[in-house]
């Protein structure tokens, strides 16, 4: 027999939510949109919570390799913030290659600044070597000084290889003629293939290797073949079974070597105006 209440509501046309059986489908559908919004609300409250997180986490990786690509290593214990004191971030004016007085280096978001028009240029097919689509005006340098002036710059670059852009640093001595080191720092290649670019033992050949000719053309290569004599010095070994990644990479190096990069800042740094 139904109780007062329960009749009284069938009376009045109106049933209450709590009194609809659990398997209705107005019941299942109310407390599976509650679920969602009450999900949808925790994770955008902890996105956006650990945002700051994560961004500093980045910073601190990426400084991490520049300290790396540099040669210097981290110290027992020491903070990378601390080590990073000894690098010296300037943001350089590509077209001019002067130094900016404004602008924050550490922090330069590379792949932001390609797309704003303000912040970039459209490159045009004859000039996008690295298949970027657009250069950023300015660009942030890392410099290491020591008695006699600048003993290493750091570079950023990147380009496009078989599945992604390859996001990664490259040090030169003080005179931006000789590799020091190579790394990267974010890409998209096949494991065991492209993503060879990663491997010490491949990077290690970087170092002491020429980048540049006496008119100041970018002659550091990445190619299959045993090099002449003369390019023996400005010859990288492309990685097997990856050609189109490591063309990517000869690209890359040959785009922000060049005149399109900080070709214009190196060679202010041969003329002595680091």
Not at 207 to 214: D, N
Not at 226 to 246: C, K, M, R, V
Request: hydrophobic share 40%; glycine share 14%.
């Amino acid at each position: 027999m139904n109780s007062p209440e329960h009749s009284g509501a069938a009376r009045g046309g109106r049933v209450r939510f709590r009194d609809l059986p659990n398997d209705s489908t107005a019941k299942i559908l109310v407390v599976a949109t509650l679920v969602c919004i009450v999900c949808a609300v925790l994770v955008s409250s902890a996105a956006v919570l650990l945002r700051p997180i994560q961004e500093r986490n980045a910073l601190l990786a990426r400084q991490r390799y520049i300290l790396e690509v540099a040669g210097l290593p981290l110290g027992p214990g020491q903070a990378v913030e601390q080590a990073f004191g000894q690098v010296e971030p300037h943001l350089v004016e590509l077209d001019s290659g002067e130094y900016l007085e404004s602008g924050d280096a550490i922090g330069f978001d590379i792949a932001k600044a390609s797309r704003e028009p303000g912040t970039s240029r459209a490159l045009g097919p004859d000039e996008d070597l690295a298949k970027i689509h657009r250069r950023p005006d300015a660009m942030p340098v890392f410099l290491v000084r020591g008695d006699a002036g600048i003993e290493t710059v750091v570079l950023p670059v990147h380009g496009y290889g078989l599945w992604s852009t390859m996001y990664g640093y490259v040090a030169l001595d003080g005179r931006g003629e000789r590799v020091k080191g190579i790394t990267f720092y974010s890409h998209g290649e096949t494991p065991g293939l492209g993503a060879e670019i990663e491997n010490p033992g491949w990077q290690s050949q970087w170092r002491g290797k020429r980048t540049l000719g006496e008119d100041g053309s970018v002659l550091l290569s990445v190619s299959k073949g045993s090099p002449s004599p003369e390019q023996a010095d400005y010859h990288i070994d492309a990685i097997s079974g990856a050609t189109l990644t490591s063309d990517g990479v000869n690209n890359m190096i040959h785009f922000w070597l060049g005149e399109q990069g900080f070709g214009p800042y190196l060679a202010r740094l041969r003329s002595g105006g680091g």
